[in-house]
């Protein structure tokens, strides 16, 4: 037989678990405590030396937005700066009525604050054997280089940006595109550089230089 | 004048906008068609002298990528 205050020191009293899912744990030496269930998803962490549920944090892309080209430029704007990194693709897109290179700007930025070197190479010859790999500085934009006004380019590009949002440093990019010209020949060119500005990138602008953008799809991605 | 045309998708608020562009758009605009006319002449220039050259060596344009470890 147990005295009240015997039966308290050595058992857990069941009245303590008042919820389906309901955890106990401790919360002191000796001081039994509930824990509620979480959201479903949720994983048990630690926080200030107890148990508590959250939401995981995971890796991965994060679809942020699709955007339909169209215009002299397309400006995607209102960019969360909650992600690590972004990556975007433009896929199928071309210039009308002529060429015109390809380019982004960051924060609709037109200064002379973007560096990049760029390399390119085509299967017709060897068109960019002098004119590639180049060093450019003091651009307006980071340029890729001329696309054709052919609706079968098939033109792909890929640009990432790490690091976008922080207001501290100068922010990196890496960009490639492949695209198929007039007369089947392939185009392929491999870029990096930086826009001088510490500012966080809230806003991506796309253009072919003099001409507008006849298509061509705009995906961002945010990255944990 | 009319102006051309602008796209702009706010993603925060899911708009998408399509105007004119605006002065300033618009300089900046012509500007960079005149920066692309220039690069594209000095291009034409640089293949120019660069035939010339080849030319005046008597070679051709892969022996001239040979010598110089090209692809």
Do not use: C
């Not at chain 1, 030396?49 to 890796?59: C, D, E, I, L």
């Amino acid at each position: 037989m147990y005295t009240q205050t015997q039966a308290n020191a050595a058992f857990i009293n069941d009245s303590l678990l008042t919820t389906t899912g309901d955890i106990i744990y401790a919360s002191g030496a000796n001081t039994p405590a509930r824990r509620g269930i979480g959201s479903s998803g949720d994983v048990l962490t630690v926080s200030g030396g107890v148990p508590t549920w959250a939401t995981p944090v995971t890796g991965g892309m994060t679809l942020l937005s699709t955007t339909s080209m169209s215009g002299t430029s397309t400006t995607v704007s209102g960019i969360s700066g909650a992600y690590n990194q972004l990556v975007i693709t433009v896929s199928d897109f071309y210039p009308s009525p002529t060429q015109g290179s390809f380019f982004f700007r960051l924060n609709s930025d037109s200064t002379a604050n973007a560096y990049r070197y760029l390399e390119q190479q085509g299967d017709s010859g060897s068109p960019y054997a002098t004119a590639s790999p180049q060093w450019f500085f003091n651009a307006n934009a980071f340029y890729f280089d001329a696309t054709q006004n052919n609706a079968d380019s098939n033109a792909f590009a890929w640009i990432e940006l790490p690091n976008y949002a922080d207001t501290t440093v100068n922010k990196f990019a890496r960009f490639q595109s492949s695209w198929t010209n007039f007369g089947g020949n392939k185009q392929t060119i491999f870029g990096h550089g930086f826009w001088e500005n510490t500012s966080a990138v809230t806003s991506i602008q796309f253009s072919h230089n003099g001409q507008t953008t006849a298509a061509g799809t705009i995906r961002i991605w945010g990255v944990k | 004048m009319t102006t051309p045309m602008v796209k702009i998708h706010n993603v925060e608020t899911g708009e998408e906008t399509e105007r004119s562009m605006t002065a300033e758009e618009f300089a900046q605009w012509e500007a960079d068609i005149a920066a692309s006319i220039a690069k594209e002449q000095a291009k034409a220039e640089q293949t120019i002298a660069k035939q010339a050259l080849l030319d005046k060596l008597g070679i051709t344009q892969e022996e001239a990528q040979l010598l110089l470890g090209g692809n």
